[in-house]
């Protein structure tokens, strides 16, 4: 029965917050301004679980940490919509749904997807709420590694906005630092924090059954909605190919020179 409470509890601050999400981007006329919703769902669903579980200090761990990491996401994310349009991504999607159908195909394409994919990947959240077991090694570990990916993606995202920032840089790749490095130093750092997150969920029977759950992020950020399609209109720019074949796409490894 609790699985079932903190599930719905769950569901049901997901369903709230992109309602809400829905019609601000219905008012606004662009449907990216999810982007900036998505991270705190899991905010959302961290303290929803909480307060619907058993309080016990592995939930609390996981809800701060999923706070740290989903509130510095959206700023960082509201910073970059801010005076942007509407996001490539959904105009190639919505590009042939007739204007009067647009906002019930975004609903159902967009934000129901949205939810039910944060949802799941958010299971470790839920399912740790449901047990009061003492942390251990294996939340330790997992902090360490959540420690690692959200300075990851933190550290690579400062260095993109500094080189942006630079008119001198205007036209070139971004290729130094951590993104000599990685490609999406951000992605694999983003990463790097659910698999830290289902670490800390594992230390308690049973989350390690979702398992699934970083494994679905992981491959939504790699070759899903992340970094691969998001390659399909670098590689057009002059120097990306070249900067392709010396750097690693998602894992970080040492650059090849030629």
């Not at 905010?43 to 940490?65: D, N």
């Not at 039910?116 to 990947?121: L, Q, R």
């Amino acid at each position: 029965m609790s699985y079932l409470v903190v599930g719905l509890a769950g569901l049901g601050i997901v369903a709230a917050a992109l309602a809400v999400t829905a019609l601000v981007a219905q008012r606004q006329g662009r449907f990216a301004v999810i982007d900036a919703t998505w991270p705190l769902l899991f905010v959302l669903i961290a303290w929803a679980s909480v307060a619907a579980g058993e309080g016990s200090g592995r939930s609390w761990l996981l809800a701060v940490l999923a706070t740290v990491w989903g509130g510095r996401l959206a700023w960082h994310l509201v910073g970059r919509l801010r005076g942007a349009g509407e996001d490539p991504r959904y105009s190639e999607m919505l590009e042939d749904v007739p204007p009067e159908r647009r906002f019930a195909v975004a609903v159902r394409k967009i934000f129901l997807t949205q939810g039910v994919v944060a949802w799941f990947v958010g299971l470790p959240l839920m399912v740790a709420a449901t047990t009061d077991h003492d942390l251990g090694f294996v939340a330790a570990l997992g902090a360490l590694v959540w420690l690692v990916g959200i300075l990851f993606e933190a550290i690579g995202d400062a260095q993109l906005k500094a080189f942006k920032a630079d008119p001198a840089n205007k036209g070139r790749v971004m290729d130094r630092g951590l993104w000599a490095w990685t490609r999406h130093p951000n992605y694999f750092g983003d990463a790097c924090v659910w698999w830290g997150l289902w670490l800390i969920a594992a230390g308690a029977w049973p989350g390690v059954l979702t398992v699934l759950s970083p494994l679905a992020m992981t491959y939504l950020l790699a070759f899903g909605t992340g970094a691969r399609l998001l390659e399909r209109s670098m590689a057009q720019r002059p120097g990306y190919p070249e900067y392709m074949e010396r750097t690693s796409m998602f894992f970080p490894l040492p650059p090849t020179r030629s």
